[in-house]
């Protein structure tokens, strides 16, 4: 079993950055692939980038590729997401999940990210 932490979220003008982070307990983190979702008010959650254990291979929603960019640490059991060109219609909660088999079964609490125009 893992938690998971999110932070890092908070307001930022269109065009900025933000890093969020993920801080995981356990010492099986580097067991799991990883990935990021959102979740913008009045619309369902939405996959965003995901991560495999070794950080190897990295997948993207279109809507962020080019801009977003997920990574991990094996050694400080933390996962980031660098947000990049930030946009309006980024707004949402951000979470990160860890997946077991095929499903992502582990979620933290979500940080919420705001992007003002």
């Known amino acids: 079993q893992v938690q998971l932490v999110e932070s890092g979220g908070g307001l930022v003008q269109a065009g900025g950055s933000l890093r969020l982070s993920c801080a995981a307990s356990?010492?099986?983190?580097?067991?799991?692939?990883m990935g990021w979702f959102r979740q913008a008010p009045g619309k369902e959650r939405e996959f965003v980038a995901s991560?495999?254990?070794?950080?190897?291979?990295?997948t993207y929603a279109d809507s962020v590729k080019g801009r977003f960019t997920i990574s991990r640490d094996n050694a400080k059991n933390t996962m980031y997401l660098q947000m990049n060109s930030l946009k309006p219609e980024d707004t949402a909660v951000y979470y990160c999940?860890?997946?077991?088999?095929?499903?992502?079964?582990?979620w933290g609490q979500g940080t919420q990210v705001t992007v003002s125009s």
């Open positions: 999940a860890a997946k077991t088999g095929n499903n992502y079964n582990y």
């Open positions: 356990g010492r099986t983190y580097s067991t799991y692939h």
């Open positions: 991560i495999t254990r070794g950080g190897i291979t990295t």
